[in-house]
């Protein structure tokens, strides 16, 4: 028990910090003269939130000390449980108080949604919604894009504690241990710096685009962080505005790629380190390669009869589901059936390790290709001593093994959660599609859980088990 107290500290911490995002939708609803019902929920959240962090603080006072790395994993494992709770409980009340509530199940599945930045939804009517509502959903993409616990490792320093541990376990990718500056802080300074910059060039983007400062805000949080939650029904389809659909492709590319490839290029002054990353080459390549195939089949199929149409159908798409944004502007379960699929895969394995994306990360998929040519040749030259290398270096034997336990544990997580849904039996392709983009952090798959409906379907069993997969 005296083990975990030093994890509980931080995490009281945590909630310290994120009982001061719940300030952000307390403000809007109250400068916005929402329903008392609503200002009631953000600020009974907010209190029972800090409430919490200090009743940690309290009982681990007395237990302060450097983490070990099973305490960074715990740590993680419990702000990824705990903090989905907390940010669940003002849509709970709000819906209760307002006379439309919605279960305990769907309130944590909304929470986790966001927090994750999947992007899976049960509510329906968002245009109805007040903006506060909405706002918080998408904000809470914005605090999991980059990581609440990245930021906590910015900030733990100042409390006088060490967050190396914690940000080994936080963050993506088999190579999390190559140091971009000498101090962890500065790297998540950086890291933070650099999501924020991005955000800031994506609101004024849209603004100038032609949305309104809310939905630009809203809209923001949902395209920097890759997490795909809107204020309208129709998704990004609301706004029928061609401009903003590309503004929107831009800044989902320039999300899935490797903030930390930003960081060494600003440093460097050097835009090149970009562009010869292998990473970034194979998430750029692959998402703009695949757009040009889907945009040539569909117009050949003649799903889309005009072809700059059909260009920016597919690169819209794409890019959404590939960079496991999620944003839709039509029902393109409707396309033949190859497009709906080809995204599917593509979430898995488009995005950069240190993106806000999710899936298997594409240096893996690199490492992987690269192992497995290497096995190929070994065949023919049993003696060849040759290293698998990533750009200049070389991945070392532990590297490789990680990835392929990682890949191991992947397979088996998804086969396993695809047979717990077809044991509540779900139609094979809606248990397949669900467990694939809630395990990526996707959002909306096919059929009824497509983008033309919710996850308000399933069942209560059902939706855990999308909740556990997120």
């Known amino acids: 028990m005296l083990a975990i107290l030093p994890v509980l500290s931080i995490l009281g911490w945590v909630l310290i910090f994120f009982s001061a995002a719940l300030l952000v939708p ?44 099973r305490d960074g994993v715990l740590l993680v494992v419990l702000t990824w449980t705990v903090l989905p709770l907390y940010a669940s409980l003002p849509l ?53 894009g980059m ?23 936080e963050t993506t990718g088999p190579l999390k241990d190559a140091k971009l500056t000498p101090r962890i802080t500065e790297t998540a300074k950086g890291l933070w710096t650099i999501y924020a910059v991005i955000s800031i060039l994506c609101l004024l983007a849209f603004r100038a685009g032609g949305m309104s400062w809310y939905d630009a805000w809203v809209h923001m949080f949902a395209t920097t962080s890759l997490g795909g939650m809107s204020s309208h029904d129709a998704s990004f389809g609301y706004f029928q505005s061609p401009l903003l659909e590309w503004i929107c492709v831009a800044f989902m590319l320039f999300s899935s790629c490797n903030f930390a490839v930003y960081f060494v290029a600003i440093r460097k002054r050097s835009p090149s380190v970009v562009v010869t990353d292998p990473e970034a080459r194979g998430t750029l390549g692959l998402m703009i390669g695949a ?39 039509t029902d393109y379960g409707q396309w033949p059936v190859l497009v709906p699929y080809l995204m599917l895969l593509l979430c898995a394995v488009a995005t950069s390790a240190g993106s806000t994306g999710a899936g298997i990360k594409m240096v893996r998929v690199i ?80 059929n009824h859980i497509g983008p033309a409906g919710t996850y308000a379907a399933l ?5 855990w088990i999308c909740t556990f997969a997120m």
């Open 147 to 169: 990581g609440i616990l990245v930021l906590a490792v910015a900030i733990l320093p100042l409390l006088g504690m060490g967050g190396s541990q914690l940000f080994r376990a």
């Open 367 to 446: 490492i992987l290709l690269k192992q497995a040519k290497r096995e190929m040749q070994r065949l023919l030259h049993p003696r060849m001593v040759r290293p698998v290398m990533l750009g200049r270096r070389a991945v070392s034997n532990e590297s490789i093994f990680a990835v392929l336990a990682f890949m191991l544990l992947y397979g088996a997580s998804t086969s396993g959660l695809i047979l717990l849904m077809l044991a509540t039996d779900l139609p094979f392709d809606t248990a397949f599609a669900a467990v694939v983009v809630n395990l990526n952090n996707m959002g909306p798959a096919i």
């Open 291 to 329: 757009s040009l195939f889907v945009s040539v089949f569909l117009f050949v199929k003649g799903s889309v009869t005009d072809p700059f149409d059909a260009l920016r159908l597919a690169f819209f798409h794409i890019v959404s589901i590939a960079s496991t944004t999620g944003f839709s502007t």
């Open 26 to 69: 307390l403000s809007v609803a109250w400068f916005g003269n929402e329903a008392y019902a609503a200002q009631q929920a953000y600020a009974g959240a907010l209190v029972l939130t800090l409430l919490s962090g200090i009743a940690m603080l309290a009982v681990s006072r007395r237990s302060r000390r450097e983490l070990k790395p």
């Open 92 to 144: 709970f009340a709000y819906f209760h108080q307002a006379g439309a509530p919605i279960s305990f199940t769907d309130a944590y599945f909304e929470a986790m949604s966001g927090l994750t930045t999947t992007g899976s939804t049960v509510l329906s009517g968002l245009d109805m919604l007040p903006g506060s509502v909405n706002l918080w959903r998408c904000f809470l993409q914005w605090l999991g």
């Open 459 to 463: 069942t209560d069993f059902q939706t």
